[in-house]
């Protein structure tokens, strides 16, 4: 009758603990009081499980948060430079110096997709790109050297093309992007194909 009391007494020690009344009981019950109440007080309290879940997943969305934050693309960046540039606020040399750093810190190899536009008599005004479905249009640099970069998936890349002119039409060409390899268009040429 002691060894049941003492049971019931174990059992009710492990209400509030992740072994559960039943747990606690049926162990005391069974191997004994003892083993029982070891076992119980190993076992974490309720209120010690909710505050580790609810520390794990306060962690997880922090650690989202950072990745986040930290994953933004190449072209991302230099369009934000390119910006800038055009906005005055920085030298042709601070976008050429800030773009050769931007190219440094991959630390991988990527798939590339170079655009730079050549002046034509056929265009009148400046062309523009957007890259993708989404997005903004990009004013074109001329000149090989000053071509915009865009992180790409190997493959057919969509390319929307625009001239600022009058009576100009948007073209939609797909153009191919090696993969691991820079791929270099003069979009001027491709436009008047």
Known sequence: MGWIILSLAVGAIG????????????LSLFLSPVIGLIFT??????????????????????TEGILKAGDKSFTDELYKLKSLLDSDLIT??????????????LSQKKTVLSLYCFPTS???????????D???????????????????HAGEVNVVISPTGFF????????????DE????????????
Do not use: H, W
Request: charged share 30%; net charge neutral.
């Open 168 to 179: 100009a039409s948007e073209k939609k060409v797909y153009l191919k992007a090696v993969i």
């Open 41 to 62: 007080l190993v076992s974490k309290s309720d209120d010690q499980v909710k505050f580790e879940t609810e520390l794990l997943s306060n962690a997880k969305k922090q």
């Open 92 to 105: 042709r040399e601070e976008f050429e110096i800030e773009k050769e750093n931007l190219r440094n810190s």
């Open 134 to 152: 989404k997005g903004n249009f990009i004013d074109l640099p001329q000149g090989r050297d000053n071509a915009l970069d865009f992180d790409v």
């Open 182 to 193: 820079t791929t270099r268009y003069d979009i001027s040429e491709i436009y008047m194909q």
């Open 122 to 132: 056929g265009i009148s005004g400046r062309l523009m790109v957007r890259v993708g």
């Open 15 to 26: 209400v509030n603990r992740n072994i559960g009344f039943a747990g606690a009981f049926f």
